[in-house]
């Protein structure tokens, strides 16, 4: 609730952001009335569009529970409380009805056709235009297998087909495990703009990820790596998260907040992402990996590639070994493994370093633990390991696969 304080320490971010989105649970059921109040009085101040998510689609038989189907009655009670707020909505944000409602198949799966999907987000945006006639209605979807780029550009056709007027943007929720995600994006993003309706990019980070620095790190990746590395120019750009980090917001001063995330985006792109340089820095990322065995489509760089949204995986059982070239000499302070692991058991690691002044490897430690997916596992030097130049991880027991999300090395001040 900070953000919307008089004065509040993020008014070069808010510069920037011309649409503030709150999620339509909290609207209808989370917020106390002084809150909402709070909130629209604050984003009217900041010259900013309101928005809110919202599910359009109401059950038929099917639906029940599954995202995308809050329907008409929790929209009715959405606008209710913004209107009693003193608020009006300017944009609506579907939550992946088109997704959940035809390909989901999972249980209360309803599997419509994608003209009963268009028909009926239809009439939820008429409900919401008898309220709000100017109001703006888009949609979002997620990008899981097997969804491809046609799955949408499909989608926007047949609501036009359906509706005779079109969605006023599609914002992509992706599946960042996939490896040919900017590619994916990429493509609906060039059809949006032939089409003429402006595509989305939602920056967020992973669950695994262990601190704010981590997960505002990963989201600047992201970023650079659609836009710098494959020149990928999105219309709209979401900064937004559904996961337990970050923590903190404000202020925009300190960094790793989200609002000094979304002000660096704008004014200092190249502090975006992880720290190339001094101590703290991940001397891994991005560097060559090699390993004992690999499946296909998890290979070794997966794992220092500073997101865990992917994986590398040995396909295999202990014995078995990644290890990192660092590409120059360091000074380490330690090294720490996300781990993909499924059982839970107990594991252990040998963590092993070379340089050019040690005599082939040495041992830096052994991490002996009950781990679980997702597990976090940090090895600290009591003094710094000097010179090294090779990172090695031997995982000697394991209930299952060897796996790891992501390995950092991290240099010593």
């Given amino acids: 609730m900070g953000l919307f304080e008089p004065g509040a320490d993020w008014a070069v971010a808010a510069s920037h952001v011309e649409v503030f989105k709150l999620y339509g649970e909290w609207v209808a059921y989370g917020a106390t009335d002084a809150e909402l109040a709070q909130a629209v009085r604050a984003i009217r101040r900041l010259g900013m569009a309101l928005a809110v998510e919202a599910g359009p689609l109401d059950p038929e038989g099917c639906g029940e529970g599954i995202e995308g189907f809050p329907g008409s009655a929790e929209g009715t009670l959405i606008a209710d409380r913004i ?10 944000a579907l939550d992946e009805p088109y997704y959940f ?13 994608a003209e009963k999907v268009a028909a009926e987000v239809g009439e939820y945006v008429e409900i919401m235009r008898a309220r709000f006639p100017d109001v703006v209605v888009g949609d979002t979807e997620p990008t899981p297998e097997p969804v491809e780029a046609e799955t949408y550009t499909a989608w926007l056709e047949t609501f036009r087909a359906v509706n005779g007027y079109d969605l006023a943007f599609l914002h992509l929720d992706v599946d960042w495990a996939r490896v040919d995600w900017p590619i994916m ?7 949006g703009r032939a089409f003429g309706v402006p595509i989305g990019m939602i ?7 262990p601190t704010d620095e981590v997960n505002v790190s990963v989201m600047g990746e992201r970023a650079l790596r659609l836009e710098d590395e494959f020149g990928v120019d999105p219309p709209h750009v979401l ?3 559904w996961i337990d980090r970050p923590d903190r917001v404000l202020p925009e001063s300190e960094p790793y907040t989200f609002t000094w995330l979304i002000r660096t985006y704008f004014e200092d792109r190249e502090n975006l992402g992880f720290r190339s340089e001094g101590a703290g820095a991940n001397v891994a990322l991005g560097k060559t990996a090699r390993a004992s065995h690999s499946n296909p489509g998890n290979e070794p760089g997966h794992a220092v590639d500073g997101d865990t949204g992917t994986l590398w995986s040995a396909a295999g059982f202990p014995p078995q070994w990644i290890e990192i070239d660092l590409g ?6 330690e090294v720490r493994l996300v781990a993909s692991q499924s059982p839970p058991g107990r594991t252990v690691h040998r963590v092993l370093g ?10 830096l430690g052994v991490l002996d633990d009950t781990t679980t997916d997702g597990s976090h596992l940090i090895l600290r030097a009591e003094r710094p390991w000097k010179g090294l130049d090779l990172i090695r991880v031997e995982t000697v027991a394991s ?15």
């Fill in 203 to 209: 920056y967020i980070g992973n669950p695994y990820d």
């Fill in 83 to 92: 209107e009693r707020a003193g608020g009006t909505i300017d944009l609506v």
């Fill in 354 to 363: 070379g340089g050019p002044d040690t005599a082939g490897l040495v041992e």
């Fill in 399 to 413: 209930p299952s696969w060897v796996a790891w999300f992501e390995i950092e090395v991290r240099a010593a001040g």
């Fill in 185 to 191: 994006v990429d493509e609906i993003v060039a059809f």
């Fill in 328 to 333: 120059g000499v360091f000074d380490i302070a």
């Fill in 101 to 113: 409602a035809s390909i989901y198949d999972g249980p209360r799966a309803c599997r419509w056709t």
């Fill in 239 to 241: 900064f937004q998260s």
